[in-house]
T-cell receptor
Framework: DAKTTQPPSMDCAEGRAANLPCNHS???????VYWYRQIHSQGPQYIIH???NNETNEMASLIITEDRKSSTLILPHATLRDTAVYYC??????????????FGAGTQVVVTP | DTEVTQTPKHLVMGMTNKKSLKCEQH?????MYWYKQKAKKPPELMFV???????INESVPSRFSPECPNSSLLNLHLHALQPEDSALYLC??????????????FGEGSWLTVV
């Protein structure tokens, strides 16, 4: 599985957009980029995933570079409830990869008033 | 509905006790997982069940024994644990299927303390 690199921490002002970078320079063609977050003492929460194209849902947008070596998760209007550890994960879609989300250290995002 | 329910939320057990953690989902998912998360560390995969059969065991000690009684339920039986096994145990589930990158949904976890 490709490994990911994320900054250990980020601060963001409430109401502003939060842009979370992730480097996955060794990603291969059959690997998706997934983002999860984990609010303190809770289970990881799925945010969004993508393969090649940019994706948007009600929580966030995912921008994947054309060479797929990096991506950015965008929280358009951060709120205090978005304070969490954000994990960027690359995951192959093969029969022997079920559930194998390899979590890295993630980025601790703190949203301040 | 994307809910995975885990019970109990908190468990304290002695090293000679036998206890079980339970997980339930009603999303029709055919793959279910156990993850372990130590304090200030990311989750780590323990077991994967696919169609009620164990498909992946990440070299987990035998004092942890998983069981999948049916497609909606997943148990983790605990026996003779050590204090270092204290952690958050997370259950998750997902659809089978390779084409579109299926999503794995997690429960809120069971906090286990071994004394």
């Amino acid at each position: 599985d490709a490994k990911t690199t994320q900054p250990p921490s980020m601060d963001c002002a409430e109401g502003r957009a939060a842009n979370l970078p992730c480097n996955h320079s060794t990603i291969s063609g059959n690997e998706y980029v997934y983002w999860y977050r984990q609010i303190h003492s809770q289970g990881p929460q799925y945010i969004i995933h993508g393969l090649k194209n940019n994706e948007t849902n009600e929580m966030a947008s995912l921008i994947i570079t054309e060479d797929r070596k990096s991506s950015t998760l965008i929280l358009p209007h951060a709120t205090l409830r978005d304070t969490a550890v954000y994990y960027c994960i690359v995951r192959p879609v093969t029969t022997d990869s079920w559930g194998k989300l390899q979590f890295g250290a993630g980025t601790q995002v703190v949203v301040t008033p | 509905d994307t809910e995975v329910t885990q019970t109990p939320k908190h468990l304290v057990m002695g090293m000679t006790n036998k206890k079980s953690l339970k997980c339930e989902q009603h999303m029709g998912h055919r793959a279910m997982y156990w993850y372990k998360q130590k304090a200030k560390k990311p989750p780590e995969l323990m077991f994967v069940y696919s169609y009620e059969k164990l498909s992946i065991n990440e070299s987990v000690p035998s004092r942890f024994s998983p069981e999948c009684p049916n497609s909606s339920l997943l148990n983790l039986h605990l026996h003779a644990l050590q204090p270092e096994d204290s952690a958050l145990y997370l259950c998750a589930s997902s659809q089978e299927g390779l084409s579109s990158g299926n999503t794995i949904y997690f429960g809120e976890g069971s906090w286990l303390t071994v004394v």
